[in-house]
């Protein structure tokens, strides 16, 4: 009897008979399920069932004789499903690419043409006297037994065309080829790995870091590499990535988003003459497939990619980076399978035995945390490599600034100095469109989503209204509906930065770089180029601009509002916002000259803005930590949060309610809530949540375990959208 699991949010796995075959387990099956037939992964073999043998049912196929998950990633996957407390079918399925969730093969599978009897016996015969071309295409089908598409691509021309002739004549056949032996080929790596020397010299630091990651080759060991922006993080990964694949062992490399990925690949297809597989989002699904199948097969020496690169196939992992590792981009937020994948590929690497390295100028209190308590050893990269100094930081009081466009006078002043000094500019605004908000002068009119409990931002250049969280879009009134008077647009948007810096500097070329004007990899690369070449002066940006790209002419960076996040109900908001600072603070003077960074604010005496000035961000930090301590948030204490949502509010939550009363916390666990989240009404739909605080991790997931059953059991339950989120980065 085989356990199965199949994608399905049903916690639980399903029962069968073995067919013609045994599946190993990690290996995919086609099952029936209901009265479909669907793709399913053997977990085991089992010595009997909780179903009466002659209600089984037979496993239709086995599609893997090799399985796709070996015993350590399937073992850490299983891991997983009981850390997150989630169906292990949808844990499974979300490490796969799409179309090996549908029952693609695992490995490549080369279009193949050949012969057909009828096509030997036209060529026995003289029935192509007339059509060389077909002729000389036939007779090399013959010859060589069947050609794949490069091979037929390499006759001479036109034969692409013949070989569809003779297709269609019926004397030839495509049909499934052998595998290519390229692409497949596991086994050792090439004897050199390198393409090219590294151009640097390490610095002590940077040699220090890389020799005691080394020291713990064959064991694992965490390491956080705290390195000011612009201190040569990227060139240690590489270092010890070529140590890793001079032992015959493989990397895996995480990176918090799409944009960085080309960036990093450029970087690492310069240094190493090895395959890689990268996997992202953006991808099409049989690239990703391909991609895959690389790191499944060995071919890959190198996977490198965002979130789920976490589960990719790798046999004879060496190494784990995470790059970024304080990104919230790392944690899926929504959608089925909520985990970290920060915390897996941690926890991927003590299973494997191997190190990790998790990489920030900026780290998550967490790491910090770890670092302090001895879990992770703390590597420091405290200079800029080269001759770049820090940047020089000021806060700009807005409350004795005149302001244009959120621009104020001293910033415009800045700006044009470091311009007549041939320097580049930023400007950071974390806001995307024209303005966040259109408003009636006359009766206060105010344009709000009819789905959402949020304002329409106004996108003034295609004169449309809409909302960032449902996607809505309208056409930009001229009048308001309400009163007929007149509207404006309030507040600002990058759009409006854009115009009035165009305005401002008409003889400075501008970028624009956020999600509105880049979205796909060739839009990206565009700007990063115009910005890498000096044909943009400027640049203006969201989050986008803060994700470690390195800009060496610029010679000012501006921070436009830096109080979105100091009075934040959230948490975290404080830690976000000082992370946000800091890292666009490190785009600043990485060149020769030493960069400035102009942060404005309504409340320049505010903690958290006079202690990043005056102590940087480990000051910060040990603010930070020690305010958490004192309330019990992580790192001391433990947190998941059940949400909810339905057509009503009352109805998620009375869901909640119900959920909370079914099972009494234990001492030193508090359940908070159930609340309306801050944005109750999104997409149509009312959201809830309910917290479940405890001071240690084991109690909380003893309690879960148990309640998760019967929350599942709840009337209620079918009747709303619910999920738990473990360790959530974001309370709603």
Known sequence: ????????????????????????????????????????????????????????????????????????????????????????????????????????????????????????????????RRSPRQRAVLEALLARGGLDGEAVGALEGGAREALATLVRRGWAASQEGPPDPAADAGGPPPVATLARPSPFTLTEAQQAAVDAVLASHGRYGAFLLHGITGSGKTEVYLRLVEHVLARGERALVLVPEIGLTPQLVGRFAERFAVPMATLHSALTGAARLAAWRDALSGRARIVLGTRSAVFAPLAGLGLVVIDEEHDASFKQHDGGFRYSARDIAVMRAQRAGVPVVLGSATPSLESLHNARLGRYARLALPRRTGAALPPRLALVDLRAEALRNGLSTFVIEAIRRHLDARGQVLVYLNRRGYAPTLACTACGWIAGCASCDARLTVYARVARLKCHHCGADAPLPARCPTCGYEVRAVGQGTERVEETLATLFPDAPLARLDRDVVRHDEELAAVLTRVASGDARILVGTQMVTKGHDFPDVTLAVVLNADQGLFSTDFRAAERLAQTVVQVAGRAGRGARVGEVLIQTEYPEHPLLTSLLAHGYEGFADTALAERRAAGWPPYGRLAAVRASAGSLQEAVDFLGEARRLLAPPRGLRLLGPAPAAMARRADRYHAQLLIESGDRSPLHRFLAEWLPRAAALPGARRVRWALDVDPLELF
């Open 1 to 128: 009897m085989i356990r199965v699991a199949v994608d399905t949010p049903l916690r639980q796995t399903f029962d069968y008979l073995a067919g013609a075959a045994s599946p190993v387990p990690g290996a995919r099956v086609r099952v029936p399920f209901g009265r479909r037939q669907v793709v399913g992964v053997a977990l085991e073999c089992a010595a009997g069932s909780d179903v009466p043998h002659e209600k089984l049912r037979r496993i239709g196929e086995v599609l893997d004789t090799e399985p796709v998950f070996d015993a350590e990633l399937l073992a850490l996957l299983r891991w997983a499903a009981d850390y997150y407390h989630h169906p292990i079918g949808e844990v499974l399925f979300a490490a796969l690419p799409k179309l090996a969730r549908e029952g693609a093969p695992t490995r490549r599978i080369r279009a193949w043409w050949v012969a057909t009897p009828d096509g030997a016996a036209a060529h026995a015969g003289d029935a192509l």
